[in-house]
């Protein structure tokens, strides 16, 4: 059974950093582009960055609005994906899921349950 | 960024009714199209991937079609649980997009 488990969230000030984590299980975590989708209170959906399967090299790729703050990466040996965010701001409260690829590139299958950052001062 | 509009922004219908939901894509995507389903309190779900093709598990009363900048999910037959908020999302290029969401609620 695919599990994903995100921890890390919390209130953090603007201009802060906080480094989310998300736990897998149940899949060959190394194979699958993996990604982190965010969604702000009462609003829809953003992907904001993903991170390349085995097999093409560690590609990443991230929105406007968070390119040059944010950074994704993730341990094979311990099957964790992580994001690095730097100079946090109000907009970026959100719950930020974790999110496993499928086969198809740009398709998710599985969704962790979220994490909730909060940008306040 | 190719933008997503989907139509209408709440459907009110019975359970038994069609629904037929509608996203409309600012530029073509081919058929690089996904719907997802979302409940209050939960993460998305993956329904149908490629305009047409059903994800693991998914009743066949749920049905997507189109291709280029329009497309439909249609639910035929709808049941209680069919009632929450529906997104489209495009892969065709980054970066990936997903409409605002179509609430689905009982009348």
């Known amino acids: 059974e695919v599990q994903l488990l995100e921890s890390g969230g919390g209130l953090i000030q603007p201009g802060g950093s906080l480094r989310l984590s998300c736990a897998t299980s149940g899949f060959t975590f190394g194979t699958y582009a993996m990604s982190w989708v965010r969604q702000a209170p009462g609003k829809g959906l953003e992907w904001v960055s993903g991170?390349?399967?085995?097999?093409?090299?560690?590609?990443?790729y991230y929105v406007d609005s968070v390119k040059g703050r944010f950074t994704i990466s993730r341990d094979i040996s311990k099957n964790t994906l992580f994001l690095q965010m730097n100079s946090l701001r109000v907009e970026d409260t959100a719950v930020y899921y974790c999110a496993k690829g499928a086969a198809a590139l740009g398709v998710i299958d599985y969704w962790g349950q979220g994490t909730l950052v909060t940008v306040s001062s | 960024e190719i933008v997503l509009t989907q139509s209408p922004a709440t459907l009110s219908l019975s359970p038994g009714e069609r629904a037929t939901l509608s996203c409309r894509a600012s530029q073509s995507v081919s058929s690089y199209l996904a719907w997802y389903q979302q409940k209050p309190g939960q993460a998305p779900r993956l329904l149908i991937y490629?305009?047409?093709n059903r994800a693991t598990g998914i009743p066949g009363r749920l049905s997507g079609s189109g291709s280029g900048t329009d497309f439909t999910l249609t639910i035929s037959s709808l049941e209680p649980e069919d009632f929450a908020v529906y997104y489209c999302?495009?892969?065709?290029?980054?970066?990936?997009?997903f409409g605002q969401g179509t609430k689905l609620e009982i009348k």
């Open positions: 490629d305009a047409s």
């Open positions: 991170i390349s399967g085995s097999g093409i090299g560690d590609y990443t």
């Open positions: 999302q495009q892969r065709s290029s980054w970066p990936y997009t």
